[in-house]
């Protein structure tokens, strides 16, 4: 089929992959290395041959421009109100008392959570195993935007996922089954049927291992468990591929060749059984890219040629596919096997090189999405893959199919040693290396390193000059050679990053999520802390693995609630305390169990970073570890003042103005998230600040910042930056500032 292109097929797919990155996120550089590569192109190739070229690119650029324009205009005209969802059945998740799940409306898809009212309710959702139509009271409200420098952006994940609202229902009128399913909807409900009958049939934690590698589906229950797989590296043993493709499509090929079907008939009925079986697992970019290769596998379509060909079929599939993080590692892992060749090596060196290979050329994607490389991934993963893919695979799956019969629930302390052994194996290893997130400059520059390592392994002259490069750009991935201040955006708290540019770093607070009220043992949930998603990815992505000092400006939850889950992610050489904070029972039960080194600082002394100090201006004298006992730094950083005041109130503000009568501030962040008891005008005046900093959360229950302090920064002629409006906010540069913000 290839020689009726005008070029490879694989280059073609290549030109295709840039097109599409180009158009979805208008980055330049891309846009440059598409012109560059079809310069080529022209240089190498007839006039015809290009034009042919350029025909296929206008097209599917002309697709790719439609399909965004069509996601940017629903994202527009996305209704304000639903008041009936046809709820997606296999999408359900039961978390505490929060339900969630996807469902259409007038053929839109939402997502949709709902707080449930009773455990009969509770039940009732984890047990339902068909499509329900729902009359419900809801509100609409868009996702959440970026809110973090390199972190998760809900809103373009969901809409990737083709979702442009969330839906908050109130109350649940009532509900009917539904009466007309499509094919597909008939796959959601079989898919969801097996899920509930793995999870009522099959204990702990034997179900979750059934559903996740047989259905594709972990729940919440499996996150404690799932992190120390994600940190060994070998959490994609859970993400369907080839190994569950190859099983599961042999499987069907043998049966029906065992019934003495032709082999060509065998191979057309492969399809249907490939949208079932794509169905079952709920359509993941990993398992449909397997399942198209598999079908071009049967056409004798080999490496390369069989990769673009799946390449091309997943671009009408799902335009975005490379959009996800899902797609993207599949078909790079894909890749990179369909260009390594160990045919000439023993089997056993084979594997090792294959795997090492795998790891390296993955490295640079891996560091680029998660900022963290688990370098004995490649070991965990040949010795954890045999049991998972020759052992529990086949097990499983066996034992689904009998459980109408028989229950084989003996085995589950088999799992339950296998989790202890995992659990043990993380202890030994410890946390992996953090290595930071490239720039997509970076990221391009170590691709095109690792591509003309492959080319030029041989020429021993040229090698070492590549692996220095690739070495010295993931150096400076990791040590970014800039100071940077930046207030993260953990919502409704604070945490301010420090860093200088020989690797000093300081945090000051870890934020938190407050809680309001007690809950029942059915309605408390399995979450994650707010650092998970705000501090820790931030601080990876910087290349953080080591907290030099931390500072707890005072006890109060959305300063401090994230402490346990920041200390699990980084070494923490020293946390820096105000005495008042040891007056606090509590607080000191929190220092003691995570067994880190304190300090109790107060005024006078001082912390050193960028050739200068972090000076403590207060407290004074030994207070109650509340608002006006915050810890407050001031400190003159590469020419511009800076001042953190925690959560300092009118009375503080006071204290200050009489012990520095001559301070003066350029960048002040405001105390209290800009409640109306602080920044008093009286203390603006005398510090005279230029800007003023604001960590808020979007729509706060306080209604921080509060408009009469707004006023008074207008009053003052300041400049403010607000994290629920700009997201993060960031002054980085290596001899003078320049300010960044999210949005």
């Known amino acids: ?6 070029i490879r097929p694989i280059y073609l797919a290549f030109l295709l992959v840039l097109l599409a990155y180009f158009i979805y996120s208008g980055y330049c550089l891309v846009g440059v290395l598409l012109a560059f590569t079809l310069c080529q192109l022209w240089r190498h190739y007839n ?48 978390n ?122 972990l729940d919440k229950d499996f996150d404690q468990m799932g992190d120390i797989y ?3 590296g070998i959490i994609h043993l859970f ?60 056409l004798e379509l080999k490496r390369l040629d069989n990769l673009a060909f799946s390449i091309f079929c997943m671009f009408l599939l799902r335009p975005n ?64 893959s045999l049991v998972f893919d020759y052992l529990m695979l086949p097990f499983l799956t066996l034992a689904f199919i009998v459980s109408p019969l ?23 290893v410890g946390r992996p290396p953090v290595t930071g997130s490239p720039s ?41 050679l800039t100071n940077e201040v930046t207030m993260i955006d953990v919502g409704q708290g604070d945490s301010i990053f420090l860093r200088d540019s020989w690797g000093k770093t300081i945090l000051i607070d870890t934020g938190g999520r407050v809680t309001f009220g007690q809950k029942e043992a059915w309605q408390k949930s399995n979450s994650d802390s707010n650092a998970d998603k705000t501090v820790i990815p931030y601080l990876k992505s910087r290349g953080v693995g080591k907290i030099d000092q931390l500072v707890l400006t005072h006890t109060d939850t959305d300063h401090i609630g994230d402490l346990e889950a920041v200390a699990k992610n980084f070494q923490i050489g020293q946390v820096l305390v105000s005495k008042g904070s040891l007056t606090r029972p509590a607080f000191v039960k929190r220092l003691k169990a995570l067994k880190l080194k304190v300090r109790t600082v107060q005024a006078g002394d001082g912390l050193t970073i960028m050739g200068s100090r972090l000076h403590v201006l207060y407290p004074k004298s030994l207070g109650k570890g509340d608002n006006n006992d915050s810890l407050v730094l001031y400190g003159n950083l590469l020419n511009k003042t800076f001042l953190f005041t925690g959560d300092q109130e009118k009375e503080g503000e006071e204290d200050l103005m009489k012990i520095y009568p001559n301070l003066h501030v350029q960048i002040l962040k405001a105390g209290h998230h800009g409640s109306k008891g602080s920044s008093t005008p009286d203390f603006l005046k005398q510090i005279s600040p230029e800007v003023a900093l604001i960590s808020a959360g979007q729509n706060n229950r306080y209604g921080h910042p509060n408009k009469e302090t707004l006023e008074r920064f207008k009053k003052q002629k300041m400049r403010v930056y607000r994290t629920d409006q700009q997201g993060a906010i960031s002054y980085r540069g290596f001899w003078d500032w320049h300010l960044e913000t999210v949005r």
Not at 66 to 71: K, L
Not at 244 to 263: A, M, S, T
Not at 473 to 478: F, N, S
């Open 1 to 6: 089929m290839s020689k009726y292109f005008p």
């Open 47 to 94: 006039l015809k041959k290009v034009g042919q070229v350029l025909l296929v690119l206008l097209s599917f650029g002309l697709a790719f421009w439609t399909y965004q324009y069509r996601v940017n205009q629903a994202y527009k005209s996305a209704p304000s109100q639903v008041q009936e969802l046809e709820m997606i059945p296999d999408t359900i998740s039961t």
């Open 96 to 217: 505490g008392d929060q339900l969630s799940f996807r469902a259409k409306s007038q053929g839109r898809t939402y997502q949709v959570f709902y707080r449930l009212k009773s455990p009969e309710e509770k039940r009732f959702y984890q047990n339902v195993k068909d499509k329900l139509d729902l009359q419900v009271s809801a509100k609409l409200t868009q996702p959440q935007a970026l809110r973090n420098f390199h972190g998760f952006n809900y809103r373009a994940y969901l809409k990737h996922e083709g979702i442009y609202r969330l839906v908050t229902v109130d109350k649940i009128q009532g509900w009917i089954p539904a009466k007309r399913l499509t094919f597909f909807d008939r796959l959601h409900v079989l898919r969801r049927r097996a899920l509930v009958t793995c999870q009522q049939k099959f204990p702990s934690p034997m179900n979750h291992y059934m559903t996740g590698l047989l259905f594709g589906y």
């Open 230 to 232: 994600t940190s060994l």
């Open 239 to 298: 993400a369907l591929s080839g190994m569950q493709v190859d099983f599961f499509i042999g499987l069907y090929r043998k049966f029906l060749l065992r019934l003495g079907l032709r082999r060509d008939w065998v191979d057309i009925l492969q399809v249907p059984f490939s949208v079932f079986y794509a169905g079952m697992t709920g359509y993941a970019p990993s398992v449909l890219r397997s399942l198209l290769q598999s079908f071009w596998g049967n």
């Open 321 to 384: 596919f490379l959009l996800t993080t899902g797609g993207l590692l599949s078909f790079a892992y894909a890749f990179i096997l369909a260009v390594l060749d160990f045919q000439n090596l023993s089997r056993v060196k084979a594997g090792l090189a294959q795997g090492a290979s795998l790891s390296l050329g993955a490295f640079p994607l891996l560091a680029y999405l998660f900022g963290v490389f688990q370098p004995l991934s490649l070991v965990l993963t040949l010795a954890f």
């Open 406 to 428: 028989i229950r084989l629930t003996w085995v589950n302390p088999l799992f339950s040693l296998l989790e202890q052994i995992v659990i043990w194996t993380h202890d030994i």
């Open 440 to 480: 997509l400059a970076i990221l391009t520059l170590m691709l095109i390193l690792l591509a003309f390592l492959h080319d030029y392994w041989q020429v021993k002259k040229i090698r070492p000059w590549l692996i220095l490069l690739f070495v010295l750009l993931a150096c400076l991935v990791k040590h970014p």
